[in-house]
């Protein structure tokens, strides 16, 4: 018999019997994946991009971890961002730049029917076109975004 596991970090499970394994059933109860990460459960197939604006680096952990993680780099604060995101050379400064500004304004990369910015020029009537669902993203994750926006004001990590 094949038992699935998962870490405690992934919140309230129940296993169900189907076939010969047993699999996590998803609680209605349980709060809902960081807001860059679809609902589901945390599985090594997954693996989401964590950007630190510090270093100017990426890294990726198996999904549903957290909003924000200590980059492994520099230790400051990395945000969790979608599959989608490709992060820039580290030496691309203006890209950073232009991402970072991004993510300020609550964007996780994702799909949203246009591409998304080439310069930071642009950001803010991008910004401006989204904003509407930006807002609705964070009534859904109130609390992730608090992780985010104090980890953006406060870049060392401390």
Not at 94 to 115: I, N, T
Not at 127 to 133: I, V
Request: aromatic residues 10%; glycine residues 6%.
């Amino acid at each position: 018999m094949l038992t699935v596991s998962l870490k405690k970090e992934s919140l309230t499970e129940q296993n169900i019997r189907v076939g010969n394994v047993r699999a996590p059933q998803r609680i209605k109860s349980e709060p809902a994946a960081p807001p860059a990460q679809k609902g589901g459960f945390a599985s090594p197939r997954y693996y989401h991009p964590y950007a630190c604006f510090g270093c100017r680096r990426s890294f990726k952990r198996a999904s549903r971890i957290a909003a924000v993680l200590a980059c492994p780099h520099c230790g400051g604060p990395a945000i969790g961002l979608t599959r989608k995101f490709k992060p820039p050379p580290q030496a691309d400064v203006a890209q950073w730049k232009k991402v970072e500004a991004l993510v300020r304004r609550g964007f996780l990369f994702w799909s949203l029917g246009e591409p998304y910015p080439e310069t930071l020029k642009e950001v803010d009537a991008f910004a401006a076109r989204h904003a509407t669902f930006v807002q609705g993203e964070r009534k859904k994750h109130p609390a992730a975004f608090a992780e985010i926006d104090a980890a953006l004001a406060n870049p060392s990590g401390s």
